[in-house]
């Protein structure tokens, strides 16, 4: 039973609006959330983490908001630029273990 | 900046065959992880090691056995491949009690 959901398979968003990512998670003993962006042909790269004590993380035009009653998690890039174009995967952690989400696929359209 | 390599970047191979996939890290990680990524099903996790000849399953280990003689060393065998095993593989390291891992490159493995 998939321990973490994207629901949304793909997304496309106009240059320079906000892209909103979304994840749900079931298990509430994870303690660690984490977003990787993944080019075609290439290895999952890490974007941007956050701690469950935590309920926002910023990094440059990246947040990640966590919402652990509701067990959810967002990322939102803004401004959004053509090379965000990408697979993004969110994954929790419990331990040293990882569970990974089926991906949403994002298009930056110029 | 840790580096995660993974021998082949394409794999074609019988079915039956015995497979050998190799991930090398570079930075004294204990842990190590396989994947596979398919469609629609995200990244599911294999095997992961926490030490050296250490091992435990993911969540879908059948088919699939590993060994981890040296620590840099993480490897993925496939007993015997069947047509389901096409995917592409990805291995990751981290450092115990650290939660970020790092990527390899990936495995495209197609089994015929």
């Known amino acids: 039973d998939q321990q973490v959901k994207q629901n949304s398979p793909s997304l496309s968003v106009q240059e320079g609006r906000i892209s909103i990512l979304n994840c749900d998670y079931t298990?509430?003993?994870?303690?660690?959330f984490l977003w990787y962006k993944k080019y075609p042909a290439e290895g999952p790269t890490f974007l941007i983490s956050?701690?469950?004590?935590?309920d926002k993380n910023e990094d440059g035009r990246f947040t990640v908001f966590l919402n652990k009653s509701a067990k959810h998690l967002s990322l939102h890039i803004v401004p959004s630029q053509p090379g965000d174009s990408a697979v993004y995967f969110c994954?929790?952690?419990?331990?040293?273990?990882?569970?990974f989400g089926t991906g949403t696929s994002l298009t930056v359209i110029p | 900046d840790v580096k995660v390599t993974q021998s082949s970047r394409y794999l074609v191979k019988r079915t039956g065959e015995k497979v050998f996939l190799e991930c090398v890290q570079d930075?004294?990680?204990?842990?190590m992880f396989w994947y596979r990524q398919d469609p629609g099903l995200g990244l599911r996790l294999i095997y992961f090691?926490?030490?050296?000849?250490?091992?435990e399953k993911g969540d879908i280990p059948e088919g699939y056995s590993v060994s981890r003689e040296k620590k840099e060393r993480f490897s993925l065998i496939l007993e015997s491949a069947s047509t389901n095993q096409t995917s592409m593989y990805l291995c990751?390291?981290?450092?115990?009690?650290?939660?970020?891992?790092?990527f390899g490159s990936g495995t495209r493995l197609t089994v015929v």
């Open positions: 990751a390291s981290s450092l115990m009690g650290q939660s970020t891992g790092t």
């Open positions: 298990n509430s003993m994870f303690d660690y």
């Open positions: 956050i701690s469950s004590i935590k």
């Open positions: 994954a929790a952690s419990e331990g040293n273990q990882f569970y």
């Open positions: 930075m004294d990680h204990e842990n």
């Open positions: 090691s926490y030490d050296v000849k250490m091992k």
